[in-house]
C-alpha cells in the first residue's frame, strides 16, 4: 500500500529520488533500533491509510432493502483489513524494501547494455521446451491429469487464444510501438464474419471463413487506421479504444444483422477435412475406429489453435527480418528519422495495424468455432485491456514473454477457481471467482511497478554480422512518440 | 422549441458533470502527460462514498434538513475520494515516474481494474436506486422545466470552476504546477517540490470527481460499479475536445459532450447516443488534435 | 537571384551554372515569427556549401523547409538530377501541378511540393539532425539497412516475397549488407556492428548517422551541425569523410556548422544567414572579408565595419525583433524539456 511521503526536497533529493524511487522505501534508515521505529511509523500510517480508504467498502455496505437501501456494518473485516496492512507493510519494510534498495541498485550498476550470446541461450532452450510441451499437451494431460482433462485441455486452448492474440497485438504495439486500446474490435469482427457467414451460406465452414474473417479484420484495420495513424502515442491509445467501443455498441444495437444482445448462436464446429466429430457413422471416431468421446473435439480445436498460434510467430518472426519489420521497430524508435530515410510511415503503419487485425480476426473466428455462441458480452474493453496488459507485461515486442504472461496472467487467474480451501479459511460465503479480476488488476499494476519494461526486455537484433547481441531495455525505445 | 431548450437544460447539466471529471484529466494530462485511466474510477467510488454517507446521515443519524446533509456529504465524499486519489498516485503511477510511457497507462488500466472489482466484491455488483431527494423546480416557459437539482448541479460546478481556475492562477500551488507542466526538472532545481505537487494534483483531480459523482448520484438516482469507465471515458473525450492541459477547455469540452450526447439521444436514438460522444472524440483528434482551446503542437525536428 | 556580394575572383562558381539544388524566395513564418524572409540561394553540384549564421538565424529551419519536415510559407525549392539549370523544365514543372518531371539526361523536383519521405525516397535529398536521431535500440547495421528500406521493399516483393522466402530478396539483402559493410569501414564502424546505435560514443553516432543517410544513395547530402561537440581529431576525421564522400561518391553536400575551421577549410561555398535573411553568398575568402557578415559575428558596437547605412538598417531591424527570437527559443525549449 501507500508509504509515507518523504518531506525535505532540495534540488538534488529530487533528483535523486527520482533515479532511487522504485528502489526503496523513502527515508528508512538501514541499521539500528531507528529503523525498527521508523518501520512501525510507516506500517501506522501505511494502516491508517488503509483504514480511511477501506471505511466506505468495507466497514459499511450498502444493499437494497425493502423501503429502501439498508446499511450494514463489517466492522471485523474492516479491522481485519487494517491489521493485515499493517502486518504486511511492516514486513515489508523490515525485511523486504532493504534488500531490494542494496540488491537492485548493485545489480543495476553492473548490469551491461550489451550482452554477447554466441549459440544457445536459456530463452531459446526454454522456447523449444515450451513448444514441445505443447505439441504432446493435450495427450500429456490426459496421462497425468485424466480425471480433469477436459477442464485443463479448456484452458490451454484459452491460454494458447490470449497468447495469438498478444502475439497479434505485439505487432502493433511491441514492434510498431502503436498502442492500440481497441485491438478486441477486430477480434470481434474476426467472430462475427465467421458467425454470419456461416449461418447465413450453408457452405461456409470454418476453413474457408477462416481466411475471410482475417481479411476483413484486416480490412477494418485499415478502414480505421488511416485516419487516426498519424496521433501520436495516447491519442491513439483513446481513439482506437473509441473505435472498439463504437464497433460494441454497433454489435450490440444492429438486431437485425447481428442479434443484438442475444448474440448469435449455432455456428458450425470446425471439421477435420469433412470429418465431424460427433458421434454416428461418419464421425471422426467411427472414422479411424475409436469409440467416441468429446474430448476428441477439445483435442482437435487445440491442435487448431496450436496450429494458428505457431503460424502467428512463424510470420511475425519473419517479418521483423524483413524490410518492414525493421521498418516498424526504426518507426518505434523515431518516426522522424524514418521518414528522413525515406520511410512513408503511413503505408508502415498501416501494414502493422493490418497484420496485427488479421491475425485478430483470425483468432476471433476460432473464438466463434469453439463456443459456438457469440454475443457483444464477449468483446468488451477489458478484453483489450487483457490482452495489452500481456503483451507490456511479457516484454514489449518479445514473443517469449507473451507466452509468460499469457500463462500467468490467464492460467493464473483461472487457477483461483479451484482453490476451493480459500472457502475453509474465509468461510462459504467466500467465492473465489469473483476476486479473479481484482487479482488481475492488482498484478497488472504490481508487475508493472516491479518490471515497468515486462517479464523479458531484451532485444533481438534482426540481422547480426559477426557477433549476436542482445539488447539491453535501456536503450529500446518504446513507442514514446518523438 | 420547447423540446429543445429542454434538451439544452438537461445537456448543460449532464456536460456540467463531464466537465468536473474532464478537470481531473486534464489536469493530469497538463502535469505528468499520462492518461489517468483510473480517474472514471474514482469517480464511481466518490459516488459510493457519497451515496453510503448520505444513507447514514439520513437514515441511521436522522438528520432530516437536506442542505446540511448535502453539504456534509460534499465534504466528506470529497476528503475520501482525495484520498483514494493520493494512493492511486502513490502506489500506481509515482514508482513509475520517468519510465517508458506505456507503464503508467497500464498501470492505470490496472488500477482501474482493481477499483471495480474492490468495489464490485465489497458492495456488490447489483445497482444502488436513491429516491430522488431534490424535487420541484421552475417552469422557464410553457412546457420547459428547470429543476432545482440543475440548478444546483450548474451552480456548484459554476462556482468550483471560478474557484479552481483562481487556484491555478493565483497560488502558488497554481504556480508550482504550471513550473511542472513546462518542466518538472527545471520546477524541481528551482526549488518546486515536484512529487507533492503531483500528489495534490491527484487529490484536487479526485476532489472535484467526488463531487461530480455526487451530482450523477443525485441526478440519476441509480449508481452501480461500472459507472466510472463509460463515464470516464466520455470525460477524457470532453478535455480533449476542449484542448487537453487546458481547464477551461475541460469544462467547454464536457458541456459540448453533455449537449452532444442530449440532443443525439433527443433527436436520432438513445441506442446509439455513446456512438455519438465517441464519434466525436475520432473526429476531433484526427481533425484538432490540439482541441478548441489547447496550444497548437509543432512538430519538433 | 539577388547576389549581395560582387564577384572578383576567379574561383569557378559551379553553384551559378550546375546548381543541384536551387531555394527561391524561400518564407517561412511561424505565428507571428518570420524565421526565414525571402532566401535564395544556389547549391552547386559537386560542392561542400556551407550554411552559416548566429544562432537563431533560420538554418534549421532551412534545412526543414528543403527536406519536407516543413511545409514553406512561400517560395520555391527546385531539386535537380542531372547537368544544368534546366530552366524551361523547372518552369513548365512549376506551371503544371506535378511534384517532379524528367527529360532525357535527368529530372527536377520541386520539393516544396513533396512529402518529407517521397524528397528523400525520389529527390535523393538526405539529412541527419542537429540532436542526434538514430536507432538507438537497433545495432549500427540494422540501422544502415532501415535506411536501404525502399530498395529491399521492392525486392522482397512488398513483403509478400519476403515471407514466402522467395530468392530475390536474399539477393538483394546481400548487396544491401555490403553497402552498409562498406560505410561501416569508411566511418570506422565496422567492429561495433552488431552493437546498439545507442551505446556507441557521440562522434561515432554523428557518423553513423553519416554513413545511414549515404546508404539511401543521396545526390544531396544535408548535415545538421555534424561537428558539434566532436574533439579536434574526430573533427578532423568528419572532415576526410566529407570530402571522400563529395570526391568518390560525387554526392553534392549542403552543411550547418558552427565550427569555423571545419567551414573554412572544407567549403567551395558559404552562405551567411542572420535574422531569416541572407547576408554574404560566396566562397571562404569572400565571405570572411564581408563587413556584414563580421558584423552579425561581433555585434554591432564597431561602428566602422558599418559603413553603408543599408547596413545599419538590417541590423536595426534585427535588433527590433531580436527579444522576440529570443523567446521564441526559449519557448521552443521549454516545451521540447518536457517531452
Redesign the interface.
Known amino acids: 500500500m501507500a508509504q509515507t511521503p518523504t518531506s525535505t526536497m532540495s534540488p538534488e533529493g529530487a533528483q535523486a529520488k527520482a533515479e532511487k524511487r522504485a528502489e526503496a522505501a523513502p527515508g528508512l534508515p538501514r541499521t539500528g533500533p531507528g529503523r525498527l521505529q521508523e518501520a512501525l511509523r510507516d506500517a501506522v500510517m501505511t494502516a491508517a491509510l488503509a483504514g480511511v480508504l477501506g471505511f466506505f467498502f468495507l466497514a459499511l455496505r450498502t444493499d437494497i432493502a425493502p423501503g429502501g437501501l439498508a446499511i450494514t456494518t463489517r466492522w471485523g473485516l474492516w479491522f481485519s483489513a487494517i491489521a493485515i496492512v499493517f502486518a504486511g507493510r511492516l514486513a515489508l519494510n523490515l525485511f523486504w524494501f532493504d534488500k531490494r534498495g542494496g540488491g537492485r541498485a548493485a545489480v543495476k550498476t553492473t548490469a551491461k547494455t550489451t550482452v554477447v550470446s554466441e549459440g544457445l541461450d536459456f530463452m531459446t532452450i526454454a522456447g523449444w521446451v515450451m513448444f514441445a510441451v505443447a505439441v504432446v499437451l493435450p495427450f500429456l494431460i490426459m496421462w497425468l491429469l485424466p480425471g480433469q482433462q477436459r477442464q485443463l485441455i479448456d484452458l490451454s486452448i484459452l491460454i494458447l487464444t490470449y497468447v495469438m492474440l498478444g502475439w497479434g497485438l505485439n505487432i502493433v504495439v511491441g514492434l510498431a510501438g502503436l498502442l492500440d486500446l481497441g485491438y478486441v474490435a477486430f477480434y470481434a469482427v474476426g467472430a462475427y464474419s465467421f458467425a454470419l457467414l456461416s449461418t447465413h451460406f450453408e457452405f461456409i465452414g470454418f476453413w474457408v471463413a477462416l481466411p475471410l474473417a482475417g481479411l476483413l479484420a484486416a480490412i477494418w484495420g485499415v478502414i480505421l487506421g488511416f485516419p487516426v495513424l498519424r496521433l501520436r502515442g495516447d491519442y491513439l491509445a483513446i481513439v482506437t479504444l473509441a473505435f472498439g467501443e463504437i464497433i460494441r455498441v454497433v454489435l450490440l444495437n444492429w438486431y437485425q444483422f447481428t442479434g443484438g444482445p442475444d448474440g448469435i448462436s449455432r455456428i458450425p464446429k470446425p471439421t477435420l477435412f469433412g470429418l465431424e466429430f460427433a458421434r454416428g457413422d461418419d464421425g471422426f471416431a467411427a472414422f479411424f475406429g475409436l469409440e467416441y468421446s468429446t474430448i476428441h473435439r477439445f483435442i482437435f480445436i487445440y491442435y487448431i489453435i496450436f496450429v494458428l498460434a505457431i503460424v502467428t510467430h512463424l510470420v511475425t518472426v519473419r517479418l521483423r527480418r524483413l524490410p518492414v519489420g525493421r521498418a516498424w521497430e526504426a518507426m518505434r524508435e523515431d518516426e522522424i528519422a524514418c521518414r528522413s530515410l525515406g520511410i512513408n510511415t503511413t503505408n508502415t503503419k498501416l501494414t502493422a495495424f493490418a497484420i496485427g487485425a488479421m491475425f485478430g480476426g483470425f483468432a476471433g473466428s476460432f473464438f466463434a468455432t469453439r463456443q459456438g455462441f457469440i454475443s457483444p458480452e464477449s468483446f468488451t474493453f477489458l478484453e483489450s485491456a487483457i490482452i495489452l496488459a500481456i503483451v507490456v507485461l511479457g516484454g514489449l515486442g518479445s514473443q517469449f514473454g507473451v507466452v509468460i504472461a499469457s500463462i500467468v496472467m490467464i492460467g493464473g487467474i483461472e487457477l483461483l477457481r479451484n482453490l476451493g480451501f480459500l472457502q475453509q479459511i474465509f468461510g462459504e460465503g467466500f467465492d473465489p471467482v469473483r476476486f479473479r479480476m481484482l487479482f488481475f488488476g492488482m498484478a497488472m499494476v504490481a508487475i508493472m511497478v516491479w518490471k515497468p519494461r515486462g517479464l523479458i526486455s531484451t532485444r533481438e537484433p534482426s540481422v547480426v554480422l559477426k557477433h549476436r547481441k542482445k539488447i539491453g531495455a535501456d536503450m529500446v525505445s518504446q513507442g514514446e512518440g518523438h | 422549441m420547447d423540446y429543445f431548450l429542454q434538451q439544452l437544460i438537461n445537456g448543460l447539466t449532464l456536460g456540467s458533470i463531464y466537465g468536473l471529471i474532464a478537470i481531473g484529466y486534464t489536469m493530469v494530462y497538463g502535469i505528468i502527460?499520462?492518461?489517468n485511466f483510473a480517474h472514471g474510477d474514482i469517480f464511481m467510488v466518490g459516488a459510493?462514498?457519497a451515496?453510503?454517507?448520505f444513507?447514514?446521515l439520513t437514515?441511521?443519524l436522522g438528520f432530516a434538513f437536506l442542505p446540511v446533509v448535502l453539504l456534509i456529504v460534499l465534504i466528506i465524499a470529497m476528503l475520501?475520494t482525495a484520498?483514494?486519489g493520493?494512493?492511486v498516485e502513490?502506489?500506481?503511477y509515482?514508482?513509475?515516474?520517468?519510465?517508458?510511457?506505456?507503464?503508467p497507462?497500464?498501470?492505470a488500466?490496472?488500477?482501474?481494474?482493481?477499483?471495480?472489482?474492490?468495489?464490485?466484491?465489497?458492495?456488490?455488483a447489483?445497482v444502488?436506486?436513491?429516491?430522488p431527494q431534490i424535487r420541484g423546480g421552475i417552469q422557464v416557459i410553457e412546457g420547459v422545466q428547470l429543476s432545482y437539482m440543475q440548478i444546483i448541479i450548474i451552480v456548484t460546478t459554476v462556482v468550483l470552476m471560478a474557484a479552481f481556475t483562481l487556484l491555478i492562477a493565483r497560488t502558488s500551488l497554481g504556480r508550482a504546477q504550471r513550473a511542472c507542466?513546462?518542466?518538472?526538472?527545471?520546477a524541481?532545481?528551482?526549488?518546486v517540490?515536484?512529487?507533492?505537487t503531483i500528489?495534490l494534483t491527484f487529490v484536487m483531480g479526485a476532489a472535484l470527481a467526488a463531487v461530480a459523482g455526487i451530482m450523477f448520484m443525485l441526478l440519476y438516482g441509480v449508481i452501480d460499479f461500472y459507472i466510472g469507465?463509460l463515464a470516464g471515458?466520455k470525460a477524457?473525450?470532453a478535455a480533449?475536445l476542449g484542448g487537453i492541459g487546458s481547464l477551461p477547455g475541460a469544462m467547454l469540452g464536457g458541456l459540448l459532450i453533455g449537449l452532444i450526447e442530449v440532443f443525439w439521444s433527443g433527436y436520432f436514438s438513445v441506442?446509439?447516443k455513446?456512438?455519438a460522444a465517441?464519434?466525436i472524440?475520432?473526429i476531433v483528434?484526427?481533425f484538432l488534435?490540439s482541441g478548441l482551446l489547447g496550444k497548437p503542437e509543432?512538430?519538433?525536428? | 537571384m539577388a547576389q549581395t556580394t560582387s564577384v572578383e575572383s576567379g574561383a569557378h562558381r559551379r553553384w551559378e551554372n550546375d546548381p543541384v539544388l536551387s531555394v527561391e524566395r524561400l518564407t517561412m513564418r511561424f505565428g507571428g515569427l518570420v524565421a526565414v524572409n525571402d532566401l535564395s540561394f544556389d547549391v552547386g553540384r559537386g560542392d561542400i556549401t556551407a550554411l552559416i549564421g548566429p544562432n537563431g538565424a533560420g538554418k534549421t529551419t532551412v534545412f526543414n523547409c528543403v527536406t519536407g519536415f516543413y511545409k514553406p510559407t512561400e517560395g520555391r525549392i527546385v531539386m535537380r538530377h542531372g547537368a544544368g539549370r534546366k530552366n524551361d523544365l523547372v518552369e513548365e514543372l512549376t506551371a503544371s501541378s506535378a511534384q517532379h518531371k524528367s527529360d532525357g539526361d535527368g529530372a527536377v523536383f520541386l520539393l516544396e511540393r513533396m512529402a518529407d519521405f517521397t524528397i528523400s525516397h525520389r529527390a535523393r535529398v538526405a539529412r541527419t539532425f542537429q540532436n542526434i536521431r538514430l536507432f538507438s535500440g537497433m545495432t549500427v547495421l540494422e540501422n544502415l539497412l532501415v535506411a536501404q528500406h525502399n530498395k529491399l521493399m521492392v525486392a522482397s516483393g512488398y513483403t509478400i516475397g519476403g515471407v514466402l522466402m522467395l530468392p530475390g530478396y536474399r539477393k538483394a539483402r546481400g548487396e544491401a549488407v555490403d553497402r552498409a559493410v562498406y560505410w561501416m569501414e569508411r566511418t570506422g564502424l565496422i567492429d561495433r556492428a552488431d552493437d546498439p546505435a545507442g551505446d556507441l560514443p557521440y562522434g561515432a553516432q554523428r557518423r553513423l548517422e553519416i554513413a545511414r543517410a549515404m546508404c539511401t544513395g543521396p545526390h544531396l547530402l544535408c548535415l545538421d551541425e555534424p561537428a558539434a561537440g566532436l574533439n579536434p581529431r574526430e573533427s578532423a576525421e568528419l572532415n576526410e569523410l566529407l570530402q571522400f564522400i563529395r570526391n568518390e561518391h560525387g554526392t553534392s553536400i549542403l552543411l550547418i556548422e558552427h565550427d569555423m575551421g571545419v567551414v573554412m577549410e572544407i567549403s567551395d561555398h558559404i552562405i551567411v544567414l542572420d535574422y531569416g535573411e541572407k547576408i554574404a553568398d560566396g566562397d571562404a575568402d569572400q565571405v570572411k572579408t564581408d563587413p556584414k557578415v563580421i558584423a552579425a559575428y561581433l555585434g554591432v558596437e564597431d561602428e566602422e565595419v558599418l559603413e553603408q547605412a543599408e547596413v545599419l538598417e538590417v541590423v536595426a531591424e534585427a535588433v527590433g525583433s531580436k527579444e522576440e527570437v529570443a523567446r521564441k527559443i526559449q519557448r521552443g525549449g521549454g516545451e521540447g524539456g518536457k517531452q
Request: hydrophobic fraction near 50%.
Open positions: 502527460g499520462m492518461i459510493f462514498i451515496l453510503t454517507t444513507l447514514i437514515s441511521v475520501f484520498a483514494w493520493w494512493t502513490r502506489v500506481a509515482r514508482p513509475l515516474r520517468g519510465s517508458f510511457r506505456l507503464a497507462l497500464i498501470t488500466i490496472g488500477m482501474s481494474i482493481v477499483l471495480q472489482n474492490f468495489v464490485q466484491v465489497t458492495q456488490g447489483r444502488k436506486p436513491l429516491p507542466e513546462q518542466d518538472q526538472k527545471m524541481a532545481l528551482l526549488g517540490n515536484v512529487d507533492r500528489s469507465f471515458v477524457f473525450t480533449v441506442e446509439y455513446d456512438v465517441f464519434s472524440l475520432a483528434l484526427i488534435p509543432v512538430e519538433k525536428v
